[in-house]
């Protein structure tokens, strides 16, 4: 008898779970990286918002010599 199928099959049972496993590690990732990029974009504007700050604070002193 030969024995290849029964281990082909096992092997191909082996590769689509690894398969899954992959595709739900990678939604993850894209679901962590679009909240990142959400964070990212709160920092960048909170950043702008203290550089204006910043500048006009400076414009400020500058009226006031």
Do not use: G
């Amino acid at each position: 008898l030969n024995e290849e199928p029964p281990h082909n099959i096992i092997l191909l049972a082996d590769l689509l779970e690894q398969k899954r496993r992959k595709e739900e590690e990678l939604e993850y990732y894209h679901q962590e990286l679009e909240q990142l990029k959400v964070k990212a974009e709160i920092v960048e504007k909170e950043l702008l918002m203290t550089r204006m700050i910043i500048d006009l604070i400076e414009n400020e002193r500058i009226r006031t010599k």
